[in-house]
């Protein structure tokens, strides 16, 4: 009776290890992020998932149907994530990308040429015009100054002056790019950063470093002539602050379009690459995505 007994209790306890072993599981045990997030899956056998990133706060997921899902934004370093459905526990780690570059200046490059686009034309070339040309003006004063000081001083004063009436045409263009700005700071984490009817900018920053950008455009809106302005000039500023080659980008993601068309119900991601730069092409029923990484 003895050796019975014994024999259910460590029979009882294989099962429960079992049972144990497949109340959480993942798919991978080692992700690395695709496009703005590495998305970690698997099947519980609980209501919920616990899980919690290099320690950090504690979140929670919904099991529906025996499976769950849940996304960790890519960062710069290697991401411990641990994994909890009652008893059972799993760990998992996420690789490290490498970031598109520290958000506030990439952010301040992209702003300007955004206002840039606001300036009447004639004001832009004014504008690209001194800045050529700022190091021989300023060379100039100064040898001006040694053989006529008089000249020299009437000479910095039409230029303050013109300065002040620039500043004044930058501040009109600052107002109109108002929505169309990134912000100047953004807190960690996946969020949109521009958001019109026209262009949706989504970035994901991590501790001041811009990890991911995904530009997402209702294909409605493509299909009117502001809609296809709006999202030209934002793709190519994009491109351009990341120091990609906007025209060879344009040129490849025009064909990518062609595609498309021609199988409208695909959804397959299409990569191009410039300058060190990803630029991975995705559609839905009534969105097309751009995302960009390294």
């Not at 992020?33 to 056998?45: M, N, R, S």
Request: aromatic letters at 6%; glycine letters at 6%; hydrophobic letters at 35%.
């Amino acid at each position: 009776m003895k050796k019975f007994l014994l024999g259910a209790v460590g029979l009882l306890a294989l099962t429960l290890a079992g049972c144990s072993s497949n109340a959480l599981t993942t798919n991978k045990t080692s992700y690395h992020p695709t496009a703005l997030t590495a998305v970690i899956k698997g099947d519980a056998k609980t209501k919920t998932v616990n899980y919690q990133v290099d320690g950090g706060a504690k979140h929670s997921v919904k099991v529906n149907g025996g499976t769950y899902f849940f996304q960790v934004p890519a960062a710069a370093k290697q991401q411990t994530v641990k994994l909890t459905a009652g008893n059972a526990k799993k760990t998992v780690t996420v690789k490290s990308v490498t970031a598109l570059g520290n958000y506030k200046k990439l952010a301040a490059t992209y702003n300007q040429m955004v206002i840039g686009t606001h300036l009447p034309k004639k004001v832009q070339k004014q504008l690209q015009q001194a800045q050529k040309t700022q190091a021989a003006t300023k060379k100039k004063l100064a040898a001006l100054a040694k053989t006529d000081p008089m000249a020299a001083a009437a000479a910095a004063k039409q230029q303050q002056a013109a300065a002040k009436q620039l500043q004044a045409q930058m501040a009109t263009a600052k107002k109109q790019a108002k929505d169309d700005l990134l912000p100047t700071t953004a807190k960690d984490g996946v969020q949109n950063l521009i958001d019109t009817k026209d262009v949706t900018v989504r970035g994901n920053v991590q501790d001041g470093k811009l990890m991911g950008l995904a530009l997402i455009v209702p294909t409605k809106q493509m299909k009117t002539k502001d809609g296809q302005k709006q999202f030209g000039t934002t793709f190519a500023l994009l491109g351009t602050t990341l120091k990609a080659k906007p025209k060879y980008v344009i040129n490849k993601f025009e064909k990518v379009l062609k595609d498309a068309k021609k199988n409208s119900s695909s959804t397959t991601t299409k990569t191009i690459r410039s300058n060190g730069v990803r630029f991975n092409t995705g559609f839905s029923t009534d969105h097309l995505y751009i995302y960009m990484t390294k």
